[in-house]
């Protein structure tokens, strides 16, 4: 297998190959960011967090605006059972679940909100908001609550309870979008570790057949996708190989995070400083929130505001999924120019080893 990514254009059928995979009520709310610069290595590199680049010399307080600003899913408990009579808290066996929403949570803030927005505890949040939080509440009726994906996983042949790995929890996503007729997501998942443009244009319902222009297929209208490649890095651990290439993802600007993490352990990565990975952990399990359909909801634990956690690039499991969010045909269309550079970068990288 190639290190780095393959993109063909041949018509429209593009492939990318891509190798690069009760608790206080705010328990969360400790005062960590001056552990959190203190904890930074000492480093001249620079922090990259989902296609934005910081210097830690200079940029300390926007870095740590960006990673709170990430909407933070993590155990929960004490909410009603999950297809009524199962269980009421997915602590030891929901984390990739809440991972997975996390990383759609992403895709949905920089549809209606933008990447550049910023959570702000002292200040009004747009409507927008609150509403993208309700899709997430855990109760049966919120379009990607842990009882709809847990629901939807049977149907992938996961038990309620049950752990799943990248590649299931994105093809619950994909399905779960379907029924999402506020966000209009089209959510694509890779097969084989390929990418093909000719399936993504297939994935808008409003296509017209135009005679006159060689039966093509064109779509009305894009719709914002969220493109998830689950791939694998290694067998047992992640080839090093693949490393630079895999770094080379958190600085697209359309990176949307990665699934993945240790086996039955599962993170949401949203960058990387140096060597080391830069992630969310779902690993706390704090009380539901309970709100009305169509009020604000208490958001103070849905936003981490402790150090975020790091690892070796190294020691992560190879089994990965790549999320990137493309709002318009633009940003597609640059991303497959960024595949296409990343992979020749990485071959030079290789000739010259």
């Known amino acids: 297998m190639e290190a780095g990514f393959h993109c063909d254009c041949v018509c429209h059928n593009t492939n990318v190959s891509p190798i690069i995979p009760v608790l206080a009520k705010y328990e969360n709310q400790i005062n960590a960011f001056s552990d959190f610069l203190e904890d930074l290595p000492e480093v001249d590199e620079p922090v990259w967090i989902l296609g934005a680049c910081y210097d830690l010399k200079t940029k300390k307080s926007e870095l740590l605006s960006d990673v709170r600003s990430r909407l933070w899913f993590t155990y929960r408990k004490k909410f009603s059972p999950i ?25 949905l803030v920089c549809r209606h909100l933008g990447r550049d927005w910023r959570w702000d505890p002292e200040k009004r949040q747009p409507k927008e908001y609150h509403r993208i939080l309700h899709c997430f509440l855990d109760k049966k009726d919120s379009c990607y609550s842990i009882h709809q994906m847990a629901q939807m996983g049977v149907g992938e042949g996961k038990s ?87 770094k080379e993802c958190f600085k697209m600007p359309q990176s949307c995070g990665v699934l993945g993490g240790k086996p039955n352990l599962a993170y ?9 990975l830069i992630y969310l952990d779902p690993h706390t399990t704090q009380q539901a929130v309970d709100t009305e359909s ?58 010259r080893t």
């Open 268 to 276: 949401y990565f949203i960058g990387f400083i140096d060597d080391e």
């Open 83 to 107: 297809g009524g009579t199962g269980p009421s808290s997915d602590a030891g066996w929901g984390c990739m679940l809440r991972c997975g929403q996390m990383i759609l949570a992403q895709a």
């Open 294 to 351: 169509g009020s604000a909801v208490d958001d103070q634990s849905y936003h981490c505001q402790r150090t975020p956690h790091r690892m070796k690039i190294t020691s992560l499991d190879p089994s990965v999924a790549l999320g990137f969010f493309c709002k318009s045909e633009e940003d597609f269309d640059s991303w497959c120019d960024l595949v296409q550079q990343v992979r020749l970068t990485c071959m030079q990288n290789r000739s």
């Open 160 to 246: 309620v309870g049950e752990w799943y790995g990248p590649n299931t929890v994105a093809q619950v996503l994909k399905k779960l979008a379907l029924f999402d007729d506020w966000n209009t997501l089209a959510v694509y998942v890779s097969m084989d570790n390929t990418v093909v443009i000719e399936d993504i244009i297939l994935l808008w319902p409003d296509f017209i057949r135009a005679e006159e222009m060689n039966n093509l297929l064109m779509p009305l209208d894009w719709r914002p996708l969220l493109l998830v490649i689950p791939l694998r890095m290694g067998i047992n651990s992640i080839n090093p190989v693949y490393i630079q290439a895999f």
